[in-house]
Nanobody, 122 residues
Framework: QLVESGGGSVQTGGSLRLSCGAS????????VGWFRQAPGKEREFVAG????????FYADSVKGRFTTSRDDAKNTIYLQMKSLRPEDTAVYYC?????????????????WGLGTRVTVSS
């Protein structure tokens, strides 16, 4: 089970840190991805991190502003978001894949959280 937290409302340029808590298993077993879905838009990949945390990958739209990391001792994965923009407004989801490789394809992720809402005002 995955549970996201840390969403909220901020102004343009602000920061938020999202957390994804994993229960019922060991988070180190999973590749973890972050996705988001804005109103009226399709869900899109934002960031991902490999099982050992060494490898990360980001969508071009967030590269240089968002950072994902993991603390498997706490079974928690993080998404640090800085320099937020109104277009970052969305519901953010974390998802876990049992595959070996980091992927941007949502269908490859087996477990999903319920999401946390991020609103960025101008």
């Amino acid at each position: 089970q995955l549970v996201e937290s840390g969403g909220g409302s901020v102004q343009t340029g602000g920061s938020l840190r999202l957390s994804c808590g994993a229960s019922g298993g060991t988070s180190s077993m999973y590749v973890v991805g972050w996705f988001r879905q804005a109103p009226g838009k399709e869900r899109e990949f934002v960031a991902g991190i490999t099982r050992n945390g060494v490898g990360t990958f980001y969508a071009d739209s967030v590269k240089g502003r968002f950072t994902t990391s993991r603390d498997d001792a706490k079974n928690t994965i993080y998404l640090q978001m800085k320099s937020l923009r109104p277009e970052d407004t969305a519901v953010y989801y974390c998802a876990a894949s049992v595959g070996a490789e980091l992927t941007t394809t949502s269908e490859r992720y087996l477990y999903w959280g319920l999401g946390t809402r991020v609103t960025v005002s101008s």
